[in-house]
């Protein structure tokens, strides 16, 4: 079994920061890109940010230049800092890993989400 483990959300008003992590854990052979997704009430899940094992990022438009997200390749864990945050980026974020588990194929894995509130 592989599991993604996530923390770090929670309330934090206009402008403020959070950072979230997520740690994979389990039979896990190779990873080769986490990510981060969110979703909003009654909206579609959306790709926030994405690093591969190679350490190139990909960022949605919206969250450039406020979002960074990184990875410890040792730890099988990555990293979202967001910063400037504003009330649109309110959702519940998903962490998402793409990787081969020891002795079967590749595919993706999601973990639980954790809420991220931002308001005054």
């Known amino acids: 079994q592989v599991q993604l483990v996530e923390s770090g959300g929670g309330l934090v008003q206009p402008g403020g920061s959070l950072r979230l992590s997520c740690a994979a854990s389990g039979r896990i052979f190779s990873i080769y890109s986490m990510g981060w997704y969110r979703q909003a009430p009654g909206k579609q899940r959306d790709l926030v940010a994405v690093i591969d094992s190679g350490g190139n990022t990909n960022y949605a438009d919206s969250v450039k230049g406020r979002f960074t997200i990184s990875g410890d390749n040792a730890k099988n864990t990555v990293y979202l800092q967001m910063n400037n945050l504003k009330p649109e980026d309110t959702a519940v974020y998903y962490c998402?890993?793409?990787?081969?588990?020891?002795?079967?194929?590749?595919?993706?894995?999601w973990g639980q989400g954790t809420q991220v509130t931002v308001s005054s």
């Open positions: 998402n890993a793409y990787l081969r588990r020891i002795g079967l194929g590749s595919n993706y894995y």
